[in-house]
Structures are given as structure tokens and as C-alpha cells.
């Protein structure tokens, strides 16, 4: 710390008469968010209400965005705003948590993978049309591995010593629609970064709001509310999600909204039970002795205490509910317009004894995914806890 | 059945200030009448109330600037519920709080956050006042974002200077509170508070979760900000030593009501309620010869959901006021009432004084066997009450009543002693009133002006 030669500013030097007076001006970075959200709001409004109906929304560029579109657009800014922004500002707590995250090898690979996923899966789509159906090109091995010449319709690499061997042309190799793997492979990534974010953060802004402010409130919003997650726990949303699917066809966007909307009793629970214990706490009389307002207290104590409990919900909910996206997509429930992981696992299986690529790829695909989530958690629960190990200082 | 208050002598124990009782010419800080908090108990969905917990029930008391005052009282006396009640942490349930001479009950949100930056608190257990997730910085700061100090550069700034005037380093604001040792969390408490630069500090217990040897300098610490920045204290504590070390005032508190009220100096040489006495006698002295005045508290304390007519401390009184017809010795009169007392709950078990009398003997013989007289003599041994009171009236009604209560008639029982030995103390309730010695007390002894009993002989020639 620099020696000061100016005397520094002590609390009898607050003139709080002069801070009363103020109005409290929106800081920039206020500004900056609920611009960035009224961006969204405004591009929404253009794309449902003032655009003619079926064109694009971005004419020149032949940019059209769905309904899943714009709420992944809303994810990925709440997830900026809500936590890249705040990790960049306390820099010192990020480089401090960063510190306790690195020490686990794992969890640092895994974060690292979970990056090149989501990288690929948000800038490929844009690049690479959909795989089509080919059958002159089905059954092509992946690349440096080969298969019995008469699998494939028509090789597209070497045929050598009657076997077909893969070409960069097809590096996973294809399908007996003859659909390119890769392609399939990195819309999957797309649809998997898709189900897990969206429906997670649906999942736990609704729990947390509810469970802090059961928590907090107490008396008849505390009954209300848990009986009605009650209710909520029993209700049959798988069910609820297959009648869609019989009704109107099976969609991602209702996948993810169902799931999101529907799933968060449990977190809301878990969240309750955690505010409940911290709101006995002395720092929120603390808060309350300084004049802090109910939501202050909520914010910045009751929410910041349990999010422990949160993240380890979140880790477990995200491979979850990409496992979950995986199984109906397999199932055939999933939804027909995008190739997703499931989907092609789906294709291959009755072609494993010749074609083990089909099958396989997206499987291991979705193997690491999860797992790569199961280490983040972990590793980012014993982060964020100041008392796991802070000692060090 | 002893006291269940620890009374510490902390080291360092500085004689207690001489602040004269000279009639104060300026007005009261703080001025608090009638407060009251009761909490209802309530059942079912409708949330009937069934009953209340009278946690604080009408006190009145001031602080005036720059003065220390004491709330002392055992555990569950309510002394904390009055200082969070008091500034409205909790709402009270009646009463008037003027802080300069505005009523605080009456404020609305935006009055009360603005008050909150004239009176701050320090909290019990510095564990658990401190958010885990926040910096001490940040801690320290908090009050100061939440007033609207909206410049995070100028709150660093005040929080360096706050933590160097509590004794730590200015670089300790970016330590979090599980890297802190109890006594340095408290160091931040009083940061914390001071950051309002508030007129009054109220301390819910402020060392007693910490060693004694950090206890002084702790006490110290505030002693030294309250003559730098001219604060009012309100200290609240079970710890006697604690009270005397800094307080210039002295509220004695008993189930939700203070009994004793004057300045340190008084209330410590000259206790005049029988309660405060009692607490004066059971702090331990460093002379082993002194094996303490005698005065043992029988009885468990009351709930304040049900608390004793008349006087509350009737039930548990050393000095408690005899019937007018009969002569007792003070202990034996304090040993006959805690049997009438159980009588009336209920709680007197005659069947199993019979059994205790069976087991003892060793014999074939069933409790049926055991005789009357037997039992009446091992019930005056449960109670220490002796075979044979000194007045005969007085025996013959406790004998008849025993007859009665072991032939298996308590309500009979109950009822003989209920006529026989009254006492004021059941039926009247005191009021503060002030004493001859200088400070206000509650005592229908004092009320009525009867004769000091000797047990009070005792701790005055202390």
C-alpha cells in the first residue's frame, strides 16, 4: 500500500446529510445491463410482433432465430452478467478461487474440455449445414480406421486388401443414412450446451428465488410456496412432456421448458433448508442493525451462503438433464429438426457388430461431457467454500 | 438447583467508578418506558394464541450521553430481547423508545434506516456475526453501502482507518472472518459499528464468548473509543465482573422486569433487592477462606410464558416476607415455601418418598408398609426442613398439613398452607421506587419498609 500523504477518509469525515441528498445516480455498470436486456427485449418484440410473419429476422444475413434461440440468447447474457461480470470485477476473489481451482488437475482439463464443447458447438452450426441423407455415402469408417469393403455403398477413401479405409472427408465417419458424424457430433454439442444451460438456470433462478424467500419471509409465503412444490414434486412432468410430444411433435424448446419449469421443487428445498439455517445467523441481524433491506439481506447474504448447496445441485442437474435430452432423443421422443447425441447413438445401434462408429463417437462424446461437468462441480464446490481450505494466506 | 449464572471475575477488574449520583442537568440519550415484548404462542392453522412469552415486560431505564450502562440478569431474563427490541431489530409489543427526544416506535422505514446509523450494535458470538462469504472489508463497509456510500474507493478507505484504530492492520480487510481469532472478530464488531459514527453502542454480550484473558483488553478497546468519540454504551451481560468493570450505571434484570436500578457504586456495594444481592454473593473471591455468603438461589427460574404472580421472584426469594402470625427462621420459611411451591405445580411425589425410605432400609417391607410418620419425617429431610419448626403454631400447621399430603389429600394440603402461610410477596407486585441508598429497586421489603433479614446483614458488611 502506497503511503498516503493526503490524510485518508475516516468514517467521522461522512457527511451523511450530503449522501441522503444525492440521488442515488444508476451506476454505469447498471446502465449497461438492463441496456443490454432491453436489446433483447427489443429484438424479441421486433422478431414476434413487428417483422412480417416467416421472413428472417435478419434479412440481409439470412439469420432466422427460433423461440430456442432467443432463450439461449437470454441465457448466455444472464451468465455474463450474473457471472463473468462479477468474476472479472473482484478480481482478487476470482484469482483467489482460481487458486483453489486449479488444484484439482481433473476439474482444470475438464473446464478446458466443457470450453472446446461449447466453443465448437456455438460456431459450428453457424458454419455447417445440417448432415443430409446420403445412401450413396453411408457406412464411410471414421478416418485411419477401416471396414469390410462391402459396407460401405461406395468407399470414399482406399480400398485396400478388401478393406475400406476412412478419408479426412468423413473424419467420424457416417451413417447407413450416410449423415456425417462430425456434423452430427458438433450440433449434438450445440443441443447438449442448449438442454444443460437453459434448463439449468431456468431451473435455478426459480428454486432459489422461491427457496430464499420462503426462507426469509417465513409465515403463509413459506406455506404457499412449499406446498405448492409438494404439489409440483408429484406432478408427472415426463408424462406431461410425452403428451406434448404426441400432440404437437417433440421440440427442444418444450423439452427445455418443461423441464426447467417443472424441475426446480427439489433445489427449492434444498436452497430453503440452507436460508433457513443462515437467516438465524447473527451477520443478517447485522445487516438488519444497518439498515439493510429485506432484499439486501436476500442478496447479499442469504444467496451468496447458499450457494454451496446450489452449485452442487447444478452439477448434478446439468449432466442430468443432458443425460435426460440423450435418453428421449434416443427414445425417438427428442425433437427431429436437429441431429443431437442421442439421436445418432439412436441410428447406430442396431449396426454396432459392423459399424461400431455410429454408436460410439457421440456416445464417448456425451460419456466425457457429463463426466467433465461431475469434476467442474466438485472442484468448484470446494472453491467456493472460504473455509475449505483459506489458511494459506 | 444453584444459580445458573457463571459470575466470572475477569482479570484486571478496575474498582468500580465513583460517577457521582448528582442529578443529571442534561436530557437523557436514550430514554426507554414501558417497553415490552411478549412473544404469542400460537397452535393450529388459524394461528390462535394461547399464550405469551413475557420475554420483557415494562421496563424503564435511560442512557445518558457518554455513559456506560449495564443490563445484567441470568440467561433467559430477556436482557437481550430488550436491547434488539429496544432499537426495533424486533418489533415491541408496547412501550415508547425516545432516542434524543424522538420516539423510535413511531418511526416509518426510511426514519428507522436513518436512526440506524445513530445507535449500532456488537453482537454475542463473533462467529457467527460475520458472513463467511464476505471479505472483513467488505463486513466492516456493509453498513456504510447499505447508507447509500455508493464510492467503493472512499469505503476502503474508511474501513484502513477503522481497522487501525481497533488495533489491527489496514491489510486485514481483505481476510475473510474464519482467518480471524475470536477476540480479533470482535476488534471488527466494534469497526463495524463505529463505521455509522454512531452516538450509542449497544454490546449483546460482547466478550463473554471470548478466552478471559482477551476479555479486558476487549473491554478496554471500548472504554478507550466511547471517551474518543463520546459514546453511550449500553453494555448487556451475565457477567458481574464484566458489568462492574465498565459500567457506570446498573440494570438488574429478572424474568422480563428490572428489579434494580442505580449507579454501579450503589448497586455493587449496597445491592438492595434480594435478587442482586444473590448475585453478588456468588461471585467467587480469590480468598479461599471465603467460602461465600450463604445466599444459594433454590428453585429453578420460572417461564416467562407463565410468570409468578405478585412479586416473580417470590418463588426463588431468600428474603422473602413471612406471615404476619408466625416467626420462622429466613431459611427454614424459604425451605417451607419451596414445598409449598411444589405442592401447587404438583410435582410432590409421596409414593416415591415412601420408596426412597424402603429402598434404604434393605428390608422385605412394600412402601405400603412404610408409616406415616416415617414419610412426613424423609419429606421435611427432601425439602431441609427441620423435624420440628421453632414456632409451635407454625409446626403444628406444617404437621397437619404433611398429614394431610401423605394420607393422600394434597388439595387439602395445599389448601392449609395457602391460608396459613401467605406471604404480600404472592399477591403484591413492587414497584421500582428509590431507596434510601440512592439507587430505585423493586421490593415490597423496601415498599413496606421491614427490617433487613440477615441475610442481607451479610453481604452489606461485605
Given amino acids: 500500500m502506497a503511503v498516503d500523504n493526503e490524510p485518508r477518509e475516516t468514517f467521522e469525515d461522512v457527511d451523511w446529510d450530503d449522501i441522503d441528498e444525492t440521488t442515488r445516480a444508476f451506476s454505469r455498470k447498471t446502465i449497461v445491463t438492463i441496456g443490454a436486456y432491453m436489446l433483447f427485449a427489443v429484438g424479441l418484440l421486433y422478431d414476434y410482433v413487428l417483422k412480417p410473419p416467416r421472413a428472417d429476422t435478419i434479412e440481409p444475413l439470412g439469420i432466422s432465430l427460433q ?27 476470482t484469482r483467489y478461487y482460481w487458486q483453489q481451482f486449479r488444484k484439482n488437475r481433473a476439474a482444470v482439463a475438464s473446464l478446458i474440455y466443457l470450453g472446446v464443447i461449447f466453443l465448437i458447438g456455438s460456431i459450428g452450426p453457424r458454419f455447417l449445414e445440417q448432415p443430409t441423407v446420403d445412401p450413396s455415402n453411408a457406412y464411410q469408417p471414421p478416418v485411419f480406421t477401416s471396414a469390410p469393403n462391402w459396407l460401405p455403398v461406395e468407399c470414399a477413401g482406399e480400398v485396400a486388401g478388401g478393406s475400406c479405409h476412412g478419408t479426412w472427408a468423413h473424419p467420424f465417419g457416417t451413417t447407413h443414412e ?28 426459480i428454486a432459489a428465488i422461491v427457496g430464499v424467500s420462503a426462507a426469509y419471509f417465513g409465515g403463509w409465503i413459506d406455506a404457499a410456496l412449499m406446498r ?35 424441475g426446480w421443487g427439489g433445489i427449492a428445498r434444498i436452497v430453503r433448508s440452507e436460508a433457513l439455517q443462515r437467516r438465524e445467523e447473527e451477520y443478517v441481524l447485522a445487516a438488519k442493525n444497518a439498515g439493510a433491506s429485506g432484499y439486501w439481506t436476500m442478496r447479499r447474504h442469504l444467496l451468496p451462503n447458499v450457494s454451496n448447496s446450489v452449485i452442487t445441485a447444478v452439477t448434478l442437474l446439468i449432466p442430468s438433464l443432458i443425460l435426460f435430452e440423450a435418453s428421449l432423443a434416443f427414445l425417438g421422443l427428442g425433437d427431429p429438426t436437429v441431429p443431437s447425441w442421442g439421436e445418432v447413438i439412436a441410428s447406430g445401434r442396431s449396426d454396432l457388430p459392423n459399424a461400431w462408429w455410429v454408436s460410439t463417437i457421440p456416445g464417448i462424446f456425451l460419456f466425457f461431457t457429463i463426466l467433465a461437468f461431475n469434476f467442474v462441480g466438485d472442484a468448484l464446490r470446494d472453491a467456493l467454500d472460504p473455509r475449505a481450505d483459506g489458511g494459506d494466506k | 438447583m444453584g444459580m445458573e449464572m457463571e459470575m466470572e471475575m475477569g482479570i484486571g477488574v478496575s474498582p468500580v467508578s465513583d460517577q457521582p449520583a448528582a442529578a443529571r442537568t442534561e436530557a437523557p440519550l436514550l430514554s426507554v418506558r414501558n417497553l415490552t415484548k411478549h412473544y404469542p404462542i400460537t397452535t393450529g392453522l388459524r394461528s390462535k394464541e394461547v399464550g405469551r412469552v413475557r420475554a420483557v415486560d415494562g421496563i424503564d431505564f435511560d442512557v445518558y450521553p457518554g455513559e456506560t450502562v449495564g443490563i445484567v440478569g441470568e ?152 471517551e474518543t468519540f463520546g459514546l453511550s454504551i449500553l453494555l448487556i451481560s451475565h457477567n458481574l465482573a464484566v458489568i462492574r468493570q465498565i459500567c457506570d450505571r446498573v440494570a438488574v434484570m429478572y424474568l422480563g422486569e428490572i428489579v434494580e436500578l442505580g449507579t454501579a457504586s450503589e448497586v455493587f456495594t449496597n445491592p438492595q433487592h434480594p435478587y442482586t444481592r444473590a448475585l453478588l454473593a456468588s461471585i467467587p473471591t480469590a480468598d479461599p477462606t471465603d467460602r461465600g455468603m450463604g445466599i444459594e438461589l433454590t428453585g ?123 406471604t404480600p410477596c404472592e399477591s403484591q407486585s413492587p414497584t421500582l421506587e428509590d431507596t434510601t441508598a440512592g439507587q430505585t429497586a423493586s421490593c415490597l421489603r423496601l415498599e413496606n419498609e421491614l427490617p433487613p433479614t440477615e441475610l442481607e446483614q451479610t453481604v452489606r458488611s461485605d
Fill in chain 1, 178 to 205: 450416410g449423415k456425417d458424424i462430425l456434423v452430427s457430433v458438433i450440433y449434438g454439442m450445440e443441443v447438449s450446451m442448449q438442454v444443460g444451460l437453459i434448463a439449468a438456470l431456468i431451473t435455478i433462478t
Fill in chain 2, 75 to 226: 440467561s433467559g431474563c430477556g436482557k437481550s430481547t430488550a436491547a434488539s427490541s429496544l432499537i426495533r431489530l424486533e418489533e415491541p409489543t408496547e412501550g415508547t423508545v425516545r432516542f434524543d427526544g424522538e420516539d423510535i416506535t413511531q418511526y416509518d422505514q426510511a426514519e428507522l434506516k436513518a436512526f440506524r446509523r445513530r445507535v449500532q450494535m456488537i453482537f454475542q458470538d463473533p462467529e457467527s456475526s460475520f458472513d463467511p462469504r464476505m471479505s472483513i472489508g467488505e463486513a466492516i463497509a456493509e453498513p456504510l453501502a447499505v447508507q447509500g456510500l455508493s464510492d467503493a474507493s472512499r469505503r476502503r478507505e474508511i474501513v484502513a482507518d477503522l481497522l487501525e484504530r481497533v488495533g489491527l492492520a489496514a491489510g486485514d480487510a481483505d481476510r475473510y472472518p474464519h482467518e480471524l481469532s475470536g477476540g480479533q472478530k470482535q476488534r471488527v464488531g466494534l469497526a463495524r459499528a463505529l463505521s455509522m459514527n454512531p452516538d450509542m453502542i449497544i454490546a449483546d454480550e460482547p466478550v463473554s464468548a471470548l478466552d478471559v484473558s482477551i476479555q479486558s483488553e476487549i473491554l478496554a478497546l471500548m472504554t478507550d473509543l466511547q
Fill in chain 2, 300 to 422: 429453578d427460574v420460572p417461564s416467562p410464558s407463565n410468570p409468578p404472580t405478585g412479586c416473580r421472584f417470590h418463588t426463588r426469594c431468600p428474603e422473602l416476607i413471612q406471615p404476619e402470625n408466625y416467626e420462622f427462621e429466613q431459611s427454614t420459611w424459604r425451605r417451607v415455601m419451596d414445598l409449598r411451591q411444589k405442592l401447587d405445580q404438583g410435582t410432590v411425589d409421596v409414593d416415591a418418598i415412601r420408596e426412597g425410605v424402603v429402598t434404604e432400609r434393605e428390608s422385605d417391607e412394600t412402601p405400603d408398609d412404610v408409616s406415616a410418620t416415617e414419610t412426613k419425617a424423609r419429606l421435611r429431610d427432601e425439602f431441609a426442613i427441620p423435624q420440628s419448626l421453632d414456632d409451635s403454631r407454625a409446626e403444628s400447621v406444617l404437621d397437619a398439613a404433611l398429614d394431610e399430603l401423605v394420607s393422600g389429600n394434597p388439595a387439602a394440603a395445599r389448601e392449609r398452607l395457602a391460608t396459613e402461610f401467605a
Fill in chain 1, 67 to 93: 423461440a430456442l434461440d432467443w432463450l439461449y440468447i437470454l441465457t448466455l447474457l444472464t451468465i455474463l452478467v450474473g457471472v463473468v461480470v462479477p468474476l472479472y470485477e473482484n478480481g482478487r476473489m
Fill in chain 1, 228 to 262: 405448492y412444490v409438494d404439489i409440483q414434486i408429484t406432478f408427472p412432468t415426463f408424462f406431461l412432456y410425452l403428451m406434448i410430444v404426441y400432440l404437437y411433435g417433440g421440440s427442444l424448446f418444450s423439452m427445455i421448458v418443461i423441464f426447467g419449469l417443472l
